[in-house]
């Protein structure tokens, strides 16, 4: 079973004993696998984390105490192969000690024609139009070249992962950035001004990549540079928790928009959650803030908390979820 915490679970496994999963430290382990495999996209592992933090949630809302730990496993396979990366879903098994190959989907065989698999690549995969476009006549060819006049959907998508890997790792038009990233780095840079643009320059606010395959909103906010903007430390608390509210709303209008930028793209991303990351609250009591007690220092963070689920949370009018980092 699971309970959930701020950034952490506890999970039970099959024979009883208990282990706390942190989030933190998935999205470490994943690095590893990533940086293994000589993948140079760094955020994926906290994306991949994020990922498996929302289907946790998700599921403990509908089956609470009901979640073992090779369940988190499958789900952090599932979304490392769906992102593109089949080789470190594999080492990351290797790596948790998964020895039998995880349950993959039913699926009886069926003939395919250019319907089914532009469905896999731009439904299922979610990749981008140029990519669909590009490795569509070459999954097929793939296919006749094999002899398979019949195939079920998960071998045509392990098929059509391991065509976009080669072409991102080749000289191709279709790079590793194209596949995986669906706005370029520079997408964000200019399209916020005001206060809005002024937290972002001062890397307070930041929109990390969105993923081709599994978009999401989100959105990070880094509390320890949010301090530094305000002024030199010590800095009162009812100083930053006075400030706060605004920079919260800047969040919930950066994050709105994003959010509606992709769901134009991938209509289906609509029926996911966004996400916000606070971050640095360790380095802010440490650094930034006067010193407080152990008691007064979980009230203050209590109170930042309380502040992003209310101008974020409850005002935004899509499901957001908050996470402690």
């Not at 590893?32 to 946790?56: K, M, N, Q, S, Y």
Request: with cysteine; glycine share 6%; hydrophobic share 45%.
């Amino acid at each position: 079973m699971i309970r959930l915490f701020a950034g952490h679970a506890l999970v039970v496994d099959e024979e009883g004993r208990s282990q706390t999963l942190d989030f933190d430290s998935l999205r470490d382990e994943l690095a590893r696998c990533f940086a293994e495999r000589g993948v140079v996209e760094t955020w994926l592992a906290e994306h991949v984390a994020c990922i498996v933090e929302e289907r946790v949630r998700e599921r403990h809302r509908h089956a609470p105490g009901v979640l073992a730990r090779h369940e988190i496993d499958e789900m952090v396979i599932a979304a490392v192969r769906a992102v593109g990366f089949a080789d470190v879903a594999e080492l990351y098994a290797t790596a948790r000690g998964i020895t039998e190959a995880l349950p993959k989907p039913d699926g009886l065989p069926g003939a395919w024609g250019e319907e089914r698999l532009r469905h896999q690549l731009a439904d299922v995969l979610q990749l981008p139009e140029a990519v669909v476009q590009s490795q569509l006549p070459k999954l097929a060819g793939a296919l006749t070249r094999l002899g398979f006049s019949e195939v079920n959907d998960v071998l045509l998508r392990e098929v059509a992962l391991h065509l976009v890997a080669g072409a991102a790792e080749g000289k191709e038009d279709v790079g590793r950035d194209v596949v995986v990233r669906l706005f370029p780095d520079e997408h964000w840079a200019a399209r916020f001004d005001g206060e809005t643009g002024v937290l972002m320059g001062a890397g307070v606010l930041r929109v990390p990549p969105v993923s081709a395959a599994l978009p999401r909103a989100r959105v990070e906010f880094d509390i320890e540079q949010f301090g530094r903007h305000l002024g030199p430390p010590p800095l009162l608390e009812m100083q930053l928790l006075t400030s706060l509210p605004l920079a919260a709303r800047a969040l919930r209008s950066i994050l709105r928009d994003v959010r509606a930028e992709i769901c134009s793209l991938r209509s289906s991303a609509a029926v996911h959650p966004a996400q916000v990351i606070l971050r640095g609250s360790d380095a802010l009591l440490a650094h930034q803030i006067q010193p407080l007690c152990a008691r007064d220092a979980h009230g203050f963070l209590a109170d930042v908390r309380n502040c992003f689920e209310r101008e974020v949370c409850s005002a935004a009018e899509f499901e957001v979820l908050l996470s402690l980092r």
